[in-house]
């Protein structure tokens, strides 16, 4: 694999990751009853409606046939990518519930 294939896989993995974050963003979101775009557009209000999390929402199943996602799983995933402002109002919700 020469320089250039190798920054491609690389680059094709990260996105993968990426959108595997944002899935489990969008269901922890749907199995606590909150809009995943509202809070995205809360963490991140000059951004125009993201392209992945719309088609990570499209991907999320009703939260009775979903797995559970643990808060600080999500909290984890969303570090991983440098997230620090979706954390940031994932955690005010989190304190919401547990108030």
């Known amino acids: 694999m020469n320089q250039k294939e190798m920054e491609q896989q690389i680059i094709a993995n990260y996105q993968r990751d990426e959108e595997m974050m944002i899935l489990v963003f969008a269901q ?4 606590h009853d909150l ?7 809360r963490a991140y209000p000059s951004q125009d ?3 992945a ?3 990570a929402v499209d ?3 009703p939260k009775e046939e979903a797995g559970e996602v643990a808060d600080q799983t999500l909290l984890g995933v969303l570090s991983l ?3 620090d402002d979706l954390a940031f109002v994932v955690t005010e919700e989190i304190q919401k519930r547990k108030n």
């Not at 922890?28 to 199995?31: I, R």
């Open 53 to 55: 999390l719309l088609h």
């Open 28 to 31: 922890w979101c749907v199995n």
């Open 35 to 41: 809009d995943p775009i509202e809070l995205y557009t």
């Open 49 to 51: 409606k993201n392209p």
């Open 81 to 83: 990518f440098g997230n």
């Open 59 to 61: 991907l999320t199943v």
